[in-house]
């Protein structure tokens, strides 16, 4: 009682508590509720509770990509397009706003890393593909003749079987494989292999543009509604990213270039954001394999290593992937190879095979123009033609490497034949694959660009390594050539061991018949073409489809049991155009990828300033 008497004393509250307490109290309460919302609204796994006190809200656009480049896919894989595609800079074209980095949008978010945001395709804009038909200096399918009063009556009865021979291996991959990635026409039964990470219809999508350029509209439509039905991206294995590439994106890209089709572009881009992760390395030189689940492309060492084939062949889908989405991402990481590239040492001025994308050294110094280094060369030459002749840098690389190529790789056998041989650390293997029989295609196609005096040399260049080729198929007992062959122990052009002699199916002789026909209409190209066709009829035709053959040097066939999709893809493609006119799909117009999936020439740089790559 006291106590109440004496100047300046407060009296305690009914709860015990004086007022300095009270303020302290109140402080440690509302900071207690400030904690407990914030760990309702901001902490992860939280999104029941939100539900509980938030109004559903429609999901915000790139939550999917999000999703399907970290690993963690939503319940459902929700497959809506991506924005609208703004009018971006068309392959090779030159953007002066993309020289002072990535145009802003609002809305965007900082990040680092190779994450895709789908807000990066929105525009007002639109990929205008009126537009871009009405440049084409030739139309798709050619022009159009009265097949009655058509001349080459022959022609056209070989153009037909070919017609004939895809049909017949679309249906029975359809009757017993649909969906699957190939067809096994003996057991009739599907196919789906380990490289494509969980992605199917391999078949489907590589056939496409076959279909359509054939004009088999049904079977075109049947393939158009697997894809827009059936074919799903959350997968979770690990993928080749150069398959991935070649053969999905490439053939999407195509099926929307022919058709204006836009379940193909939106398809092309989503799947093009999943194999960004391979690009997360020291160098941004790629790895070969992407994991569809993780992101990642796992944890390389100084001694692994990509293949020049595999990371130099991914320019021409990359750039269109950019001019369709607006992405630039896909156009940055194709360049960085390319600087990459342009910039390293090289052997002689070769480009070896193997190259580690960690330390970006070369691993090995091993040179092939065939398996593991054949596309990239190609695709220099074809970049070069694909942005109109603007692309100076491709153009310089690729006369640069042809001339080291030539100098150290090309001989000719005691027979007089020309090959390209292998190259190891100085040392020729003087044999040549199955694979490097594209080369008298691309040399052919790049010697018009050459230098003048150089012209003639190239053209003659091209013939004699195509009739080489040739060679590889007319000394085997089918008629169909070897998966290698050499130079040595008085036996040219053929394989010497079982383990060379197999033949599945490939394109690339046919490729290069292709190719120089359209160039000289020399009437030896279709001879040796219908060749093939009656060699294929005679000793790769089952009652289920065409299967490749273990040993071309045996009448006898023992099958593989594969109808490779590249078959339809390129072999039965190539020989169609050989059997067409030069407006088909023309060359003015379209680039065919490795995998033959054209792709358009970008005319607009034909307008442009010529432009060097930084």
Same mark, same amino acid.
């Given at each position: 009682?006291?106590?109440?008497?004496?100047?300046?004393?407060?009296?305690?509250?009914?709860?015990?508590?004086?007022?300095?307490?009270?303020?302290?109290?109140?402080?440690?309460?509302?900071?207690?509720?400030?904690?407990?919302?914030?760990?309702?609204?901001?902490?992860?796994?939280?999104?029941?509770?939100?539900?509980?006190?938030?109004?559903?809200?429609?999901?915000?656009?790139?939550?999917?990509?999000?999703?399907?480049?970290?690993?963690?896919?939503?319940?459902?894989?929700?497959?809506?397009?991506?924005?609208?595609?703004?009018?971006?800079?068309?392959?090779?074209?030159?953007?002066?706003?993309?020289?002072?980095?990535?145009?802003?949008?609002?809305?965007?978010?900082?990040?680092?890393?190779?994450?895709?945001?789908?807000?990066?395709?929105?525009?007002?804009?639109?990929?205008?593909?009126?537009?871009?038909?009405?440049?084409?200096?030739?139309?798709?399918?050619?022009?159009?003749?009265?097949?009655?009063?058509?001349?080459?009556?022959?022609?056209?009865?070989?153009?037909?079987?070919?017609?004939?021979?895809?049909?017949?291996?679309?249906?029975?991959?359809?009757?017993?494989?649909?969906?699957?990635?190939?067809?096994?026409?003996?057991?009739?039964?599907?196919?789906?292999?380990?490289?494509? /990470?969980?992605?199917?219809? $391999? %078949?489907?999508?590589? &056939?496409?543009?076959?279909?359509?350029?054939?004009? =088999?509209?049904? !079977? @075109?439509?049947?393939?158009?509604?697997?894809?827009?039905?059936?074919?799903?991206?959350?997968?979770?294995?690990?993928?080749?990213?150069?398959?991935?590439?070649?053969?999905?994106?490439?053939?999407?890209?195509?099926?929307?270039?022919?058709?204006?089709?836009?379940?193909?572009?939106?398809?092309?881009?989503?799947?093009?954001?999943?194999?960004?992760?391979?690009?997360?390395?020291?160098?941004?030189?790629?790895?070969?394999?992407?994991?569809?689940?993780? /992101?990642?492309?796992?944890? $390389? %060492?100084?001694?692994? &290593?990509?293949?020049?084939?595999?990371?130099?062949? =991914?320019?021409? !889908? @990359?750039?269109?992937?950019?001019?369709?989405?607006?992405?630039?991402?896909?156009?940055?990481?194709?360049?960085?190879?390319?600087?990459?590239?342009?910039?390293?040492?090289?052997?002689?001025?070769?480009?070896?095979?193997?190259?580690?994308?960690?330390?970006?050294?070369?691993?090995?110094?091993?040179?092939?123009?065939?398996?593991?280094?054949?596309?990239?060369?190609?695709?220099?030459?074809?970049?070069?033609?694909?942005?109109?002749?603007?692309?100076?840098?491709?153009?310089?690389?690729?006369?640069?490497?042809?001339?080291?190529?030539?100098?150290?790789?090309?001989?000719?056998?005691? !027979?007089?034949?020309?090959?390209?041989?292998?190259?190891?650390?100085?040392?020729?293997?003087?044999?040549?694959?199955?694979?490097?029989?594209?080369?008298?295609?691309?040399?052919?196609?790049?010697?018009?660009?050459?230098?003048?005096?150089?012209?003639?040399?190239?053209?003659?260049?091209?013939?004699?390594?195509?009739?080489?080729?040739?060679?590889?198929?007319?000394?085997?007992?089918?008629?169909?050539?070897?998966?290698?062959?050499?130079?040595?122990?008085?036996?040219?052009?053929?394989?010497?061991?079982?383990?060379?002699?197999?033949?599945?199916?490939?394109?690339?002789?046919?490729?290069?018949?292709?190719?120089?026909?359209?160039?000289?209409?020399?009437?030896?190209?279709?001879?040796?073409?219908?060749?093939?066709?009656?060699?294929?009829?005679?000793?790769?035709?089952?009652?289920?489809?065409?299967?490749?053959?273990?040993?071309?040097?045996?009448?006898?066939?023992?099958?593989?049991?594969?109808?490779?999709?590249?078959?339809?893809?390129?072999?039965?493609?190539?020989?169609?155009?050989?059997?067409?006119?030069?407006?088909?799909?023309?060359?003015?117009?379209?680039?065919?990828?490795?995998?033959?999936?054209?792709?358009?020439?970008?005319?607009?740089?034909?307008?442009?300033?010529?432009?060097?790559?930084?």
């Amino acid at each position: 009682m006291l106590m109440r008497k004496v100047s300046g004393f407060v009296p305690a509250s009914p709860w015990g508590l004086r007022l300095p307490q009270k303020f302290v109290f109140l402080l440690f309460l509302s900071g207690l509720v400030t904690l407990c919302f914030g760990a309702l609204f901001l902490l992860p796994h939280s999104s029941r509770l939100k539900r509980l006190f938030l109004v559903p809200r429609t999901q915000q656009p790139g939550v999917e990509v999000m999703a399907e480049i970290t690993g963690h896919q939503p319940a459902q894989e929700q497959e809506s397009p991506p924005n609208p595609a703004p009018a971006a800079p068309a392959p090779g074209e030159n953007n002066p706003r993309s020289q002072a980095g990535p145009r802003r949008r609002k809305g965007w978010l900082r990040r680092t890393g190779p994450t895709v945001h789908r807000n990066e395709v929105q525009g007002e804009d639109t990929f205008d593909f009126n537009a871009f038909r009405s440049r084409l200096r030739h139309p798709v399918l050619g022009t159009r003749t009265d097949e009655s009063k058509e001349t080459q009556s022959l022609v056209r009865a070989q153009r037909e079987k070919i017609k004939e021979m895809m049909q017949f291996s679309w249906q029975n991959y359809l009757r017993y494989a649909m969906g699957r990635n190939e067809l096994r026409p003996l057991t009739k039964d599907g196919y789906d292999g380990n490289i494509f /990470g969980g992605l199917t219809g $391999a %078949t489907i999508i590589d &056939s496409l543009d076959t279909l359509y350029l054939m004009e =088999l509209n049904e !079977e @075109f439509q049947e393939a158009k509604t697997w894809v827009k039905e059936s074919f799903h991206l959350n997968v979770s294995g690990e993928a080749s990213l150069f398959e991935v590439n070649i053969r999905y994106i490439g053939g999407l890209l195509s099926a929307f270039y022919l058709t204006g089709e836009e379940v193909f572009r939106v398809k092309a881009i989503k799947l093009g954001e999943k194999l960004l992760p391979a690009f997360n390395t020291p160098t941004g030189i790629p790895k070969g394999i992407v994991n569809f689940k993780s /992101g990642s492309w796992g944890w $390389a %060492t100084a001694g692994s &290593s990509s293949v020049l084939a595999e990371f130099g062949s =991914l320019h021409l !889908e @990359f750039l269109h992937l950019t001019q369709l989405s607006g992405n630039q991402v896909f156009a940055e990481k194709v360049r960085n190879i390319r600087k990459f590239l342009k910039n390293i040492d090289k052997p002689f001025g070769l480009y070896p095979n193997f190259l580690s994308p960690v330390s970006g050294n070369w691993v090995q110094h091993h040179v092939s123009v065939g398996g593991l280094g054949d596309s990239f060369y190609e695709y220099l030459i074809k970049s070069w033609l694909m942005s109109a002749k603007t692309d100076m840098e491709a153009k310089t690389m690729y006369y640069e490497a042809l001339e080291a190529i030539e100098t150290y790789l090309v001989n000719v056998s005691p !027979e007089g034949l020309t090959y390209i041989a292998e190259w190891r650390g100085g040392i020729l293997d003087h044999k040549m694959g199955h694979l490097a029989c594209f080369s008298g295609g691309m040399i052919s196609l790049g010697a018009e660009d050459a230098k003048e005096e150089n012209r003639a040399h190239y053209r003659e260049l091209a013939a004699q390594i195509t009739r080489t080729c040739h060679e590889s198929y007319a000394r085997s007992d089918t008629k169909l050539g070897p998966e290698a062959f050499w130079f040595n122990s008085g036996r040219e052009a053929m394989a010497t061991q079982l383990s060379e002699s197999y033949y599945i199916l490939r394109p690339e002789v046919v490729e290069s018949y292709m190719y120089l026909w359209r160039q000289t209409h020399d009437p030896i190209y279709r001879e040796w073409g219908w060749e093939v066709v009656m060699a294929l009829e005679k000793y790769c035709r089952t009652e289920a489809g065409f299967s490749g053959l273990e040993d071309v040097y045996s009448v006898t066939p023992t099958y593989d049991n594969r109808q490779q999709s590249f078959f339809l893809a390129e072999t039965l493609k190539y020989l169609y155009l050989l059997f067409s006119e030069d407006d088909v799909l023309s060359l003015e117009d379209w680039v065919f990828n490795t995998e033959a999936h054209p792709l358009p020439v970008n005319h607009l740089d034909s307008l442009a300033k010529t432009r060097n790559y930084q």
